[in-house]
């Protein structure tokens, strides 16, 4: 009985909470599968927000200021949902010689975005990458997934506007 | 899948069996090679843990048993006592190829005779250099090769656990070491009793969460224990305290993927290939202003001018070379004068930067040195975990300071001040990080000094590179 008093409910009755659950659960809820467990809300909900770090805290028995500091540590764990559509420029070294430096900028000209901006509609979100490990691609841009290279920086800025009034 | 057990006794009939099926299905030989990034072998290349990417399908071990794979785990277990095969690397030569190019052989020496059990085996996969890709290459192309080195160093140093560090930027690398790891489990190749013989080695692939400095040993085993990645004090060195605190061996994907070439071939053979010191072979991935970029296996000993001008066809538009820069966002960049010197950890050391993890960035005339430095300083500062305050405000301050400069708000003091930081940080930093973070500004400032006064006096930048404020040009003018 007692345990089950202890035992945090879910944040809401959201099914996806089960999966974080599973996989602190296969790990036995040890406070070293903290990355692992939050890699499990980011994939499940996109984002990891102040809900699911008060879950996951009392439930691998750590305290929340523990998981706020890994959450926030990492790059990948995002705080905000993402928009519909995602744009990632990749800002690693190839790409930044070869004109992604001029496109960050373009990007802040015509749509006001910074790297990790998602536009006040939440249609568009804009990341900066370090390198996603194809810089023989080089200049190299991911429109949701769909990695495309080797353009100018006038064929990358025509590919963009092209793409935002497709999907907007 | 029906599955069978390998063993040392049927290993090499399993290997001529799956080889009469490679033999058949060659026609698709282009379709591993990663996006078509690997070219076939130039006449300068020496490929030896590259031999087989993309020839064999990553997806299949079936395919690297039939190009011989796993005979040198089966004949270190069956021939070879631990320390042999200790020894055998050691005459082998082999270096780390994380970076710094530490003996293998001694660090692995170091955890086998650590007290204090279980012993860790670690595979530093992170890779987080950004325009470098060599290791997740390798991984992709040829896992089951970095599998081989982890069971062989495990046996080596007395661990019966390893995990792979991945870099979670890169799914599908690490989509091709689960399918990897899961059938080498299906033919007991790892697990218990390893072909048949007393050998357990039991092993798992750990995700990182996008930090570079994950990738510095200390910060990877707190990552791995669920926590910040935050470097911690050395020593003790993880050989002696490492995950857990346990004796724990941490290299580099490449370095394991050299040890059962080194185990088949035999220490004389690859001590043969390269330098005396520096043996065998290292990947670079060569970016920037040249005609075929992309990535390489050379011996050391080769000179960074037949990599450039030979295997990566020289520089694009035959435009001039301006500056080569190694080792990524905390190397040191080298003008053209260097371009005979024969790459090795101990060449690159004599001329003050560090080998690193394989990145070369060629850089032709119109390249704006002082907007690289920035470029990299930004870097830095945005990965710098913030454990230790000269590295976080250090870095903070410097790419103010470059910042400032490329936007024609520069004065002659910020390069003093950009030295007097960059003297400053390697002494008192915690980690390598913070150490060797201002190298690129300080190297950059060396060898183009009249290219920094140019911004931040006069706030021209000579190559028109960083757009100045109008006045800035006028009053130059
Ligand atoms: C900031 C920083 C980042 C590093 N990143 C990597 C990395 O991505 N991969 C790697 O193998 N080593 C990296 N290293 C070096 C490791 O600390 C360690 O020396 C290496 O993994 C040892 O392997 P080796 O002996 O096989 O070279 C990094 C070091 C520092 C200081
Ligand atoms: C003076 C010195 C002593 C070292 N002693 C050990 C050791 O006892 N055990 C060990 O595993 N590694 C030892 N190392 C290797 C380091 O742990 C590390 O892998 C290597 O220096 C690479 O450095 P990095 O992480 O800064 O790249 C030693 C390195 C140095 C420079
Ligand atoms: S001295 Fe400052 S930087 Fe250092 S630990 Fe204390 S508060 Fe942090
Ligand atoms: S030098 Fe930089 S990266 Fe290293 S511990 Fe200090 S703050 Fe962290
Ligand atoms: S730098 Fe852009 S993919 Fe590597």
Redesign the pocket.
């Known amino acids: 009985m007692i345990k089950q008093t202890l035992t945090p409910a879910f944040p809401s009755d959201d099914k996806r909470w089960r999966i974080v659950e599973t996989a602190m659960k296969r790990s036995n809820y040890q406070a070293d599968a903290l990355i692992e467990t939050l890699h499990a809300v980011q994939e499940a909900f996109g984002f990891v927000d102040e809900s699911a770090m008060q879950f996951v805290s009392a439930r691998l028995n750590l305290p929340a200021s523990k998981v706020y500091g890994v959450a926030t540590f990492y790059n990948l764990f995002q705080m905000k949902p993402a928009g519909e559509h995602t744009l990632s420029v990749c800002t690693g070294t190839a790409c930044h010689v070869k004109g992604n430096d001029q496109i960050v900028e373009f990007l802040r000209e015509e749509y006001g975005l910074n790297p990790g901006d998602t536009t006040p509609d939440g249609k568009l979100s804009f990341i900066g990458a370090r390198c996603v490990g194809a810089c023989g691609l080089a200049p190299v841009l991911i429109f949701d997934g769909k990695i495309v290279g080797k353009l100018s920086v006038d064929e990358m800025k025509q590919k963009i506007r092209e793409w935002v009034n497709d999907e907007s | 899948m029906m599955t069978k057990s390998v063993t040392t006794s049927n290993l090499a009939a399993l290997q001529m069996k799956y080889f009469h099926q490679f033999q058949q299905r060659r026609i698709h030989v282009q379709h591993f090679t990663f996006w078509g990034e690997l070219r076939p072998q130039h006449l300068k290349e020496t490929r030896v843990i590259l031999q087989h990417s993309g020839m064999i399908d990553p997806r299949e071990i079936q395919e690297y048993l039939a190009v011989g794979g796993y005979s040198a785990l089966a004949k270190a277990l069956a021939e070879m006592s631990p320390e042999s095969v200790i020894d055998e690397v050691l005459r082998a030569g082999l270096r ?1 190829r ?3 190019g ?1 003996p293998t052989a001694k ?1 692995w020496q ?2 086998r005779n650590s007290p204090g059990l279980p012993r860790y085996l670690v595979c530093n996969g992170n890779e987080g250099d950004p325009g470098a890709y060599m290791n997740r290459l390798l991984l992709e192309t040829n896992p089951h090769s970095v599998i081989e080195g982890m069971a062989i160093a495990a046996y080596a140093i007395g661990a019966e656990r390893g995990l792979i560090y991945c870099r979670s930027e890169y799914p599908s690398t690490i989509q091709t070491m689960e399918t990897a790891i899961e059938q080498a489990y299906q033919l007991g190749l790892l697990g218990k009793n390893i072909l048949g013989s007393d050998f357990t080695y039991e092993m798992d692939l750990a995700r990182g969460a996008g930090a570079f400095v994950c990738g ?2 200390g910060a990877l085993m707190e990552s791995i224990m669920g926590r910040r990645g935050e470097p911690r004090v ?2 003790p ?4 305290r490492g995950l857990w605190a346990k004796p724990t ?2 290299n580099n994907v490449e370095t394991l993927a050299n040890v059962p070439h080194i185990i088949l071939h035999g220490a004389e053979w690859y001590a043969g290939i390269g330098m005396e010191n520096c043996s065998g072979t290292k990947t670079f991935v060569v970016i920037g202003d040249v005609e075929k970029p992309g990535i390489i296996e050379v011996a050391f000993g080769t000179t960074l001018r037949e990599v450039i001008y030979d295997i990566c066809g020289g520089i694009k538009g035959g435009k001039q070379l301006k500056a080569i820069q190694i080792d990524g966002p905390m190397g040191g960049c080298l003008p053209s004068a260097y371009l005979d010197m024969p790459i090795s950890y101990d060449s690159m050391q004599a001329v003050g930067s560090l080998l690193g993890a394989g990145g070369i960035l060629v850089l032709d005339e119109d390249t704006c040195m002082v907007d690289l430095a920035r470029y990299f300083m930004e870097f830095t500062q945005g990965e710098s975990c913030g454990k230790c305050n000269p590295c976080r405000n250090g870095t903070t301050h410097m790419l103010e300071i470059l910042t400032r400069i490329c936007h024609g708000q520069g004065r002659l003091e910020d390069l003093d001040m950009l030295e007097w930081i960059g003297e400053y940080l390697p002494q008192v930093s915690f980690c ?1 990080m913070g150490q060797a973070a201002p190298e690129p500004v300080l190297s950059a400032m060396k060898f183009f000094r009249d290219e920094f006064e140019a911004h931040a006096v006069e706030h021209v930048c000579p190559v028109h590179h960083c757009r100045m404020p109008i006045h800035a040009m006028a009053a130059a003018a």
């Open positions: 780390g994380g970076g710094a530490f660090k170091f955890t510095e040993e050395r020593p060195f993880p050989s002696i061996n941490i390598g």
